[in-house]
């Protein structure tokens, strides 16, 4: 089980690059790990830290408390390239709760409704008025699937059976363990 | 039963795999046939699979390989404790679980997607899946075949099965031919520069017409390889003579051929399947193409000049907008991967590299996509080749595409790569990554800039 998500409130952060790829979020050379947790000193490595490791004044994301900003801004075509799942859980040990892009790769998107992390895609207009804004506060609601901010409501989809898994903070491997029976039938049916 | 609506290759393989159809307020329960893994995308998920007591339900249908951490020197040593304690992680959860592991001992390792096609695991109308972005690859030999995160690998482990919700379809029709000189991966990076990174994103490309069916099936593989850089899930290629004569024989390959063979050529679209989208692209129109960005739809041709539309790209690339791409001069040139690494791709390298020198100012890496593929490159003498020339002949991996063992790209130089990405920092910290052909990377490494292979190409067959 993990904790039901429903609703929150927090400050965004803005990255306005476009096709910000999962290397990004997390270079391969930390891919050695056999472990999920502890991930988020590493997202976004390159851009917080130069070669000699010092924080890059540059990136907002060393200028923020993560825990008071739980919603990453991105551009467009947000997580796509590799299929690692340490990125969704970089993003979420670093604080976030929720990706807000005008497009979001498939198998990020995947990745990231198994860990708390929600990807939210609304309409170009919507993420130019939130993108002008960093800093301040947007509310993301899975129950009515709005983001609201301001005086603006952005409308998003989610998938079904990911919403309700998140509501009510369960996982998908347990359900598709309660469907052994029917793979099993298929697989005397056809295998 | 057969179905009175025409169907599409995607539709025939998905329909197949349904244990359960998908409906409004749940996924499908899509069956997989071959789950491959490897060091890196598999350890959570069989730490998943300990905490709930949980077993590996089918572990003959999961096959194991060594590829991403795993060095490529001759004295096999890690880059770092952390990379070969991940490797021995998969050596005992291998063994604990039962799963075949093509390992250190093994004369069948290598890079997951060129050792499963070599051992015919790959099957026309399967459906394969593995914690990698370029699973897509087995989608030349006609297989429903993606890449997926690790608690999805949980999912293959314990069930055998997937949720998955139906992608959309997108035809993408290479009509005419490739000129002389010019190959899939030139083809591929023309494709992904038309739809652009994200042109994909939702669907699954069935790649046709009369360009893609001249390829041989390394070509297939090498467009197929690249769908997920159009963001697509999966690229698939339908199955004829070319793929059937490539399986046969193979280890894994079905006892009943023939029949099998039969039903494979029936996968193709039907006349009359209905696609979401389409696109048609000219093959004859395509040159030898290079990245001159930090995405992979920044393919230009050779010849061109570089556009001035993205300047931290170009900052990060150390390109001028305006400049002719030739005129970057190579640091490194990486031939090898899961798009590049195999015989018919080192074998073109060497037509370019034969009886010449690279130039003194470039490290050459040559990586043989698997052992299977060194070895035949050794019995036809393309490593002394290589080595007369001045490039390192070097251990089966995935090297310097992911750079995660320790062959890396130092800040700031560039690398004419026949790899896959050039994400900023994807070849190492600072690195500058040019995508490109194994033809046009060995070229480049002679003239230590960006070269057109075509002379060297004509010159090696007369």
């Given amino acids: ?14 990255l306005r690059e476009e096709n910000i790829d999962t290397d990004q979020i997390i270079p391969a050379r930390f891919l050695t790990t056999t472990e999920r947790g502890g991930l988020g000193k590493l997202a976004f490595h390159d851009w917080r830290y130069d070669a000699q490791g010092r924080d890059n004044p540059h990136c907002v994301l060393n200028r923020i408390a993560p825990c008071a900003h739980r919603i990453l801004v991105a551009g467009h075509n947000f997580g796509c390239g590799s299929s ?41 207009a919507s993420w130019r008025d939130l993108a002008a804004r960093p800093g301040e506060n947007a509310t993301v609601d899975l129950e009515t699937c709005e983001l609201r901010f301001g005086n603006h409501v952005a409308k998003f989809t989610v ?10 903070g369960v996982d998908t491997i347990g359900w598709l363990m309660g469907r052994l029976p029917q793979i099993e039938a298929f697989e005397g049916r056809v295998r | 039963m057969p179905s009175p609506q025409p169907r599409t290759l995607f539709e025939k393989v998905w329909d197949a795999h349904l244990v359960e159809p998908e409906a409004q307020d749940r996924p499908a329960v899509l069956y997989v046939d071959l789950h491959l893994i490897h060091e890196v995308t598999s350890p959570q998920a069989f730490q998943v699979l300990k905490e709930r007591g949980l077993k590996v339900r089918r572990p003959g249908r999961t096959f194991a390989t060594l590829d991403h951490s795993t060095p490529t020197n001759n004295e096999r040593s890690y880059v770092s404790e952390e990379a070969e304690s991940q490797v021995r992680k998969l050596e005992e959860n291998c063994r604990e679980h039962g799963i075949a592991l093509e390992g250190w001992d093994s004369d069948n390792r290598g890079v997951v997607h060129v050792m499963a096609p070599e051992l015919g695991l790959t099957l ?8 990698d972005s370029h699973t897509a690859t087995h989608g030349a030999f006609g297989a429903l075949a993606f890449g997926i995160g690790t608690s999805e690998v949980g ?26 000189g010019v190959g899939a991966k030139d083809l591929a990076l023309a494709i992904i520069a038309a739809l652009g990174t994200g042109g994909g994103t939702g669907s699954v490309v069935e790649y046709t017409g009369e360009a893609i069916h001249a390829l041989d099936m390394e070509g297939r593989m090498t467009v197929c390889n ?48 209905q696609f979401d989208r389409e696109i048609h692209i000219h093959a004859d129109m395509i040159e030898p193409m290079a990245t001159w960005g930090t995405t992979p739809d920044t393919g230009i041709a050779i010849g061109t000049n ?33 798009t590049n690494g195999r015989l018919s791709d080192l074998r073109t390298a060497a037509a370019v590299l034969r ?29 002394e080749i290589f080595l007369a020339a001045g490039a390192e002949w070097r251990q089966p991996g995935c090297s310097m595409c992911i750079a995660m063992n320790g062959d890396i790209v130092a800040p700031g130089q560039l690398a004419v790569s026949t790899s896959n990405r050039n994400f900023e920092g994807r070849q190492g910290p600072g690195a500058r990554t040019v995508l490109a052909s194994p033809a046009t990377a060995a070229a480049s490494a002679l003239e230590g800039h960006i070269a057109d292979p075509r002379p060297y190409l004509e010159a090696a067959h007369g």
């Fill in chain 1, 1 to 14: 089980m993990a904790d039901p998500f429903t609703s929150f409130t927090s400050r965004t952060v803005v």
């Fill in chain 1, 84 to 124: 690692r799942e340490h990125a969704p859980w970089a993003l979420a040990d670093f604080g976030f709760r929720a990706v807000v892009s005008t497009g979001i790769a498939d198998i990020f998107t995947a990745n990231a409704l198994k860990n708390g992390l929600l990807p939210v895609a609304i309409d170009q």
């Fill in chain 1, 159 to 168: 998938d079904p059976f990911a919403r309700r898994c998140l509501l009510d």
């Fill in chain 2, 124 to 131: 026309p109308g399967s459906v394969v899946v593995c914690g």
């Fill in chain 2, 155 to 180: 999912h293959v482990l314990a069930t055998q099965c997937l949720l998955q919700r139906r992608p959309k379809t997108l035809r993408v029709t290479v009509d005419g031919k490739l000129q002389p």
């Fill in chain 2, 226 to 273: 690249m769908s997920i850089e159009l963001g697509a899930r999966a690229g698939m290629i339908a199955p004829d003579a070319t793929t059937i004569a490539w399986l046969k024989g193979r280890k894994h390959a079905p006892k009943d051929f023939d029949a099998a063979a039969a039903r494979w050529t029936a996968l193709a679209s039907d006349d009359g399947a």
């Fill in chain 2, 306 to 338: 570089v556009p001035g539309e993205n300047k931290r790209a170009l900052d990060y690339m150390g390109m001028e907008a305006g400049q002719r791409i030739e005129d970057a001069a190579v640091d490194v040139v990486f031939i090898g991967s899961c």
């Fill in chain 2, 355 to 383: 009886g010449r020198k690279v130039s003194a100012r470039v490290r050459a890496l040559i990586v043989p996509g698997s052992e299977a593929v060194k070895r035949a490159a050794e019995a036809e003498g393309l490593h």
